[in-house]
């Protein structure tokens, strides 16, 4: 509801604004170019990681604002050019392309739609996207201010801004990433690892941290193309020790699609590459989940596929607080269906260790491998105490559920 509030307060005042104050086309024209600009401000402050860690807000949270405030800079920008065609059609003037302001509002607006059309392939490509996503925000502002020069002193304090606060931010990360991975002795190294067909990417961090469950960092390591200095990528932190040597150690799961994550399957027991981290980031503050996931007695849990990366954090945490007394839940079940033959490999030596680690046994794992059809001998058992049952197949997710609540220890959290 507060977030609903939020976003319909804010587009009725923008709203307003387009209209309090203006008598003719010119004015609406000028007002929607300025809350255009006003909007894009607040879009250059942080990367999409660094915003919700500097501001205290959820990764997702932070994208919709980004998205929502994205979406006025662009409806005002088109605003503003058609109501400037509407003013040429009226009083007969001519588009004159030899003009340096109009070639630059226009160039301006195509900008604008191809950071839109851009973010349709963020999934697939985000390495590329990330990359011109930057970079055509950059050409945005020398187009608008060469647009706006001479014309609006306003709208240049406005651009003034944007660069300002991007360059603050940016200076800000890049001391961060200098304080994160290098000191005098150590530097940040990592060793990857193919397991099936994901791999798992042991990072050791020249400045260790206390880790905590659902952080994430981004990664560049400079050896393993021609471009992957220029390549920072994200991955939660699926796991994390000490390794034989007394340093930490944190492992990334990896499924290899295209890009970086399929060079980084390439890379298999190649040898150590220097590694720069930008993190951590997260846990997302938003409910208070990792604060109070330990106060609930009972946690209900689900994955697919290589989405078990991030619930063996929050496992690993709920036992180790469990073993010190500052946790109150009593029972863990984890329902998790996959093609076994694709993902199990990489996450089957951490969830044997939290099944050993469970002296209370209060974790019950439940997988469903769809690689094999059921059978009249499933579930099957695996792991210390035969906590690990296997059964092939899809799960029934409501089944599981109606069954949990059954037997629900407390209040549960799913």
């Avoid at 929607?32 to 894009?40: R, Y």
């Avoid at 240049?156 to 800000?172: C, D, E, K, W």
């Avoid at 994430?216 to 390549?231: E, K, T, W, Y």
Wanted: glycine content about 8%; hydrophobic content about 45%; aromatic content about 10%.
């Amino acid at each position: 509801p507060l977030r609903a509030t939020f976003i319909i307060s804010y587009i009725v005042i923008t709203a307003g604004l387009n209209a309090v104050g203006v008598h003719n086309i010119s004015e609406a024209s000028s007002r929607a170019a300025k809350i255009s600009l006003l909007n894009l401000v607040p879009l250059f402050v942080c990367s999409h990681e660094g915003g919700p860690h500097y501001f205290g807000i959820s990764l997702d949270i932070y994208r919709i604002l980004h998205r929502i405030i994205s979406t006025v800079a662009f409806l005002e920008a088109f605003t503003h050019v058609v109501l400037q065609g509407v003013i040429y059609i009226i009083q007969s003037q001519q588009v004159d392309l030899r003009d340096t302001a109009t070639v630059c509002g226009v160039t301006s607006i195509a900008l604008l739609i191809l950071i839109f059309v851009l973010s349709a392939f963020k999934s697939h490509l985000y390495e590329l996207f990330a990359k011109v996503h930057a970079l055509c925000a950059l050409a945005l502002l020398i187009v608008i201010w060469k647009h706006v020069d001479g014309r609006s002193p306003m709208a240049i304090r406005y651009l003034y801004g944007s660069a300002l606060v991007y360059g603050v931010t940016v200076f800000f990360q890049l001391v961060r990433i200098l304080y994160r991975n290098f000191t005098l002795s150590q530097r940040g190294e990592c060793i990857i690892k193919s397991r099936g067909r994901s791999a798992i990417i042991h990072v050791t961090p020249a400045r260790p941290w206390k880790v905590r469950a659902g952080q994430r960092i981004n990664i560049c390591v400079p050896g393993a193309s021609l471009l992957s200095i220029f390549q920072m990528h994200p991955f939660v932190i699926a796991w994390w020790d000490d390794d034989d040597q007394g340093r930490q150690s944190l492992s990334l799961l990896v499924q290899p699609r295209s890009g970086l994550t399929r060079k980084f399957n390439e890379l298999h027991m190649i040898g150590k590459y220097f590694t720069v981290i930008d993190g951590p980031y997260g846990p997302d503050k938003s409910g208070g989940l990792v604060r109070d996931l330990g106060d609930y007695g009972h946690v209900f849990m689900v994955a697919t596929g290589i989405g078990i990366a991030a619930q063996i954090p929050y496992i690993k945490e709920l036992l180790e607080g469990h073993r010190h007394g500052l946790v109150r839940t009593q029972k863990i079940t984890l329902i998790w269906q996959s093609d076994m033959n694709q993902d199990y490999d990489g996450a089957q030596d951490w969830i044997q260790k939290l099944v050993t680690q469970d002296s209370g046994y209060k974790l019950h794992v439940f997988l469903f491998d769809t690689s094999r059809s059921a059978s009249p001998k499933d579930p099957r058992f695996h792991g210390e105490h035969k906590l690990i049952k296997a059964w092939g197949g899809e799960a029934s997710w409501e089944q599981k559920l109606l069954e949990e609540m059954d037997n629900q220890v407390g209040t549960m959290l799913i």
